[in-house]
């Protein structure tokens, strides 16, 4: 296998691009990926304040990394969970790649700001795991950007995760879903802009672009995950790509460019106010996630 571009060995084939990369050449690939990624969907502003939402995972770290390469200077948010070793183990990820590239990193630990951890928020909802740590991020990201000053909050959501998503939302017609994915979520009142700069990059390119560049990730899969339908799909997608390889990305790139629009609606939205415990913008007195919290508190 020789590289696309210089004929060098290979170390990477990327189906859906009909092209193989050295080392070197898939570095520039991915950068380029995000670049056009931040470009087609207008994410960041040049004066804009960046906060990536890191994780200590393969994406959240090669999401840093690629956008310092693109000279966006971000810093990093890391929540601590409370899930155990796995936990432990991504802290560790996550402050060792702020240390070795002087950055920074600010954390945010449930157990002792928030006063539960998501296996005991799981265990008071009766629902997946996945629903109240996600809950959790989105509100405490959005909660420290915007008491901080940050403008943008990049994730690291990448191809497999939105077409997953995505393939979700169209089996249920879930279209109140459908009308909000996207790859920029303006900001609003009380609310920073949400971006993936990943969504041009697949799962399989970030685990090897952090292996080129030699960044440590947590490698395990959350312990927590079993029931969340989205790995289903993404096998489920997975095998569709094997079969046709760029199924997954036409899937995905498609509907940004031609299907959501189809889903907004002339409704106005639901009026916002600020949660009477925290502040947050929520449609009802208390947001969702201080009901979450006084769920957990009452538990014995
Ligand atoms: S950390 Fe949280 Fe994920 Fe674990 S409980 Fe689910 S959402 S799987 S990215
Ligand atoms: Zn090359
Ligand atoms: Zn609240």
């Known amino acids: 296998m020789k590289c696309t571009v210089c004929r060098g060995p290979a170390v990477i084939d990327v189906r859906r691009h009909n092209a193989a990369f050295c080392p070197e050449h898939f570095t520039l690939h991915c950068r380029d990926q995000v670049r ?131 393939l979700g939302n169209v089996l249920r017609w879930e279209t109140e879903y459908l009308a909000r994915q996207a790859p920029v979520l303006p900001a609003g009142a009380g609310f920073a802009r949400k971006v993936k700069p990943l969504v041009r990059l697949g799962e399989r390119e970030l ?22 339908r989205h790995l289903s799909y993404k096998e489920l997608l997975n095998e569709l790509e094997h079969r046709s390889p760029g199924t997954k990305g036409a899937f995905l790139a498609g509907f940004f460019e031609r299907g959501r629009a189809r889903f907004a609606t002339d409704e106005p939205a639901v009026p916002l106010r600020r949660c009477v415990e925290c502040g947050a913008p929520t449609p009802s007195e208390v947001c969702a996630f201080c009901r979450l919290r006084a769920r957990v508190a009452e538990r014995p």
């Open 36 to 166: 056009r990624a931040l470009h087609e969907h207008a994410m960041l502003r040049p004066i804009d304040r960046v906060l990536v939402a890191v994780s200590g995972g393969k994406d959240s770290l090669a999401l840093w990394d690629l956008l310092a390469a693109l000279d966006v200077d971000a810093d990093g948010l890391h929540l601590r969970l409370g899930i155990g070793d796995y936990s432990e183990e991504s802290t560790r990820a996550a402050r060792a790649y702020a240390t070795a590239h002087a950055r920074t990193l600010h954390e945010v630990d449930l157990a002792g700001e928030v006063g539960f951890t998501v296996p005991a928020a799981a265990a008071a909802t009766h629902r997946v795991p996945c629903s109240a740590c996600g809950l959790s991020k989105r509100h405490l990201f959005n909660g420290f950007a915007v008491e901080h000053g940050y403008d943008v909050v990049a994730t690291g959501h990448n191809l497999d995760d939105e077409a997953a998503v995505l």
């Open 207 to 228: 685990a090897a672009y952090c292996v080129i560049r030699r960044i440590d990730y947590q490698v395990e899969e959350c312990p927590m995950a079993a029931g969340n």
